[in-house]
């Protein structure tokens, strides 16, 4: 969605609403496609005293694989913007400041932009996950398994004391 912000510029107390969905099933991430349901956007595009503002929520789900257990898991996030709005070629882009020389914003790259720069690295399906177990696989969430009761040493650093001892 492209907005043409001509009429905001040009009146102070002028708001535009801005309410709408981006898909981005599409989108590869850590060799994944975690936004399989489009990302809310909800905000205004406003001008007040003379300054142009924009303020958006966007609200995604989430959803790849534990990263320590592998169990298909959704979690929600929300990322809020605030930035300036800038027609000057000079204004210098910035953080807080977006220029626009036409008058007209590309709604769906920034929150694309904003959007993907927010996607999790870490993802567990709870933050105790216990996940495998490195020596038979188990999901270890779902119960111990035999390695941990032999005193919790791993068979193969058992190997490797026994032979840095002889
Ligand atoms: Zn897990
Ligand atoms: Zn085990």
């Known amino acids: 969605m492209v907005l043409d912000l001509k009429s905001v510029f040009a009146n102070e107390g002028k708001e535009i609403s801005i309410d709408t969905s981006l898909d981005m099933s ?3 991430f850590s060799g994944g496609f975690p936004l399989k349901t489009p990302v809310s956007v909800k905000g205004s595009v406003f001008n007040r005293a003379g300054v142009v503002e924009i303020k958006l929520q966007m609200n995604y789900d989430f959803c790849a694989s534990c ?3 592998g169990t298909e898991t959704v979690k929600s996030y929300g ?4 930035k300036m709005l800038a027609t000057s070629i000079e204004a210098e882009e910035s953080d ?3 220029t626009v020389p036409d008058m007209k914003l590309d709604v769906d790259e920034l929150v694309f932009t904003e959007v993907f720069l927010s996607l999790p690295t870490k993802h567990l399906c ?5 996940g495998f177990c490195f020596n038979c696989g188990k999901n ?5 398994c035999d390695c941990n009761k032999s005193d919790g040493i791993d068979p ?3 190997k490797l004391a026994e032979l840095i001892d002889n």
Do not use: M, W
């Open 140 to 144: 270890l969430n779902e119960g111990d």
């Open 26 to 28: 599409d989108t590869d």
């Open 79 to 82: 990322v809020d913007l605030s």
């Open 67 to 69: 990263d320590r257990c």
């Open 126 to 130: 709870k933050e105790t996950c216990k």
């Open 96 to 98: 807080t400041i977006i």
């Open 156 to 158: 193969r650093l058992a």
